[in-house]
């Protein structure tokens, strides 16, 4: 279909330049810095197998499940959730990623106009599942402490506002976290002017560095978390959630009947034995913190050692990324096709961009190479930078 016939949602929608970039960077001789995968070698397939070996056992597993998703898995996520709060509150839907969970609260919360602010820096999969439903979108500046809080409290007092969309922890593309004194500010305002929090946290539980903070969610119950077992377990079982208000996720499960009537069975089911064997999870999960904190450290001192006080760098305490502003002018979208050509890929920070000029910025995952691939990548990045 052309792009003239596609309906005002569809072409409301921006391209993802990740996706395109991908394409690109997927030949052998380059090394990319430019994707968002967990590291293929601590995929638990041995594992993932037995599990789904005993879902088999019965047929539920090939069956049609419930809307809200299977009742074992909402029970095990609804108590992981209610240990990181504090508190047993709030509902579970399971949802195909957390990517569905956010296209489907876009769509039960926003009504085309409505004004939703975002961190920019943002999460290229947030704005597209705004952009369809043709929502007013408005960028709040991201530094080393998170979303700026003090510069959203202006745009509450002139307008309404019906989301605030965080990745809370090890931001994706920042890198950055918010501090607990900004949860509970953007809680407290939440609470004061009426809008839902959405607290997208994919990369919570990936910690390697500093004190873990509690979430957002915390300190208030206007805030709905999203999260996955992609990044702690497996993407390829696509089982995403979320977990707040039992209202709003009520108008979620209406939504949802009409995007897929359900989720997976048999992945649920898999995803329920894996979480719930608490001993097996937890090693697993202080397995990827160790190496992903080994490659963090290895990009950050690579990168520093390579262009020095030219390059300002979040300080890596867990997730996926690292966020790069060049101070000298360094328009990284320009050098890209150089860069490939020399063997090694980034994504450009334009690519993240909600209002301001992020071309002299990159992100870059260090997630799927070695230390030694990783310092091999600074090397073919600082001849081209």
Known sequence: MSEERGSQSVRAVRGSAIRDLLAVTERPDVLSLAGGLPAPELLPTARVARATQAALASPAALQYGVTTGAPSLREIV??????????????????????QALSLLAQALLDPGDTV???????????????????????????????????????LQREQVRIVHTVSNFHNPGGATMTVERRRELAE?????????????????????G????????????????????KIVAPGLRV?????DPAVLALVERLKQ???LCGSSLTQAVAAELLAD???????????RAVYGERALALHTALTDAFGD??????????????????????????????VAAGVAYVPGSAFAVHRDLGHALRLCFTTSGPDELREAVRRLATVL
């Not at 929090?197 to 994919?202: A, G, N």
């Not at 995403?240 to 707040?244: K, T, Y």
Request: net charge negative; charged share 25%.
């Open 310 to 339: 030219r390059l300002h760098l979040t300080a890596p305490e867990g997730g996926m990324f690292l966020w790069g502003e060049f101070a000298d002018g360094t328009v990284t979208s320009a050098r890209l096709r150089d860069a």
């Open 78 to 99: 609804h108590t992981r959730e209610s240990a990181k709060l504090g508190r047993d509150a709030g509902t579970v839907i399971i949802t195909h990623g957390s990517q």
């Open 211 to 230: 004190p873990t903070v509690p979430p957002v969610a915390a300190f208030s119950d206007r805030v709905i978390r999203l999260s996955s077992a992609s």
């Open 278 to 288: 608490s001993a097996w999870i937890d090693d697993h999960i202080q397995t990827i």
């Open 117 to 155: 602010i975002v961190e920019d820096p943002g999460y290229i999969g947030a704005l597209q599942a705004f952009d369809t439903t043709r929502a007013r979108v408005v960028g709040v500046p991201l530094d080393s402490g998170g979303m700026r809080i003090d510069e959203l409290r202006p745009l």
């Open 189 to 209: 305002l939440a609470d004061e002017f009426g809008f839902w929090i959405i607290e997208d946290d994919p990369y919570g539980e990936l910690r390697f560095a």
């Open 240 to 244: 995403g959630w979320m977990h707040g």
């Open 258 to 260: 009409g995007a897929d």
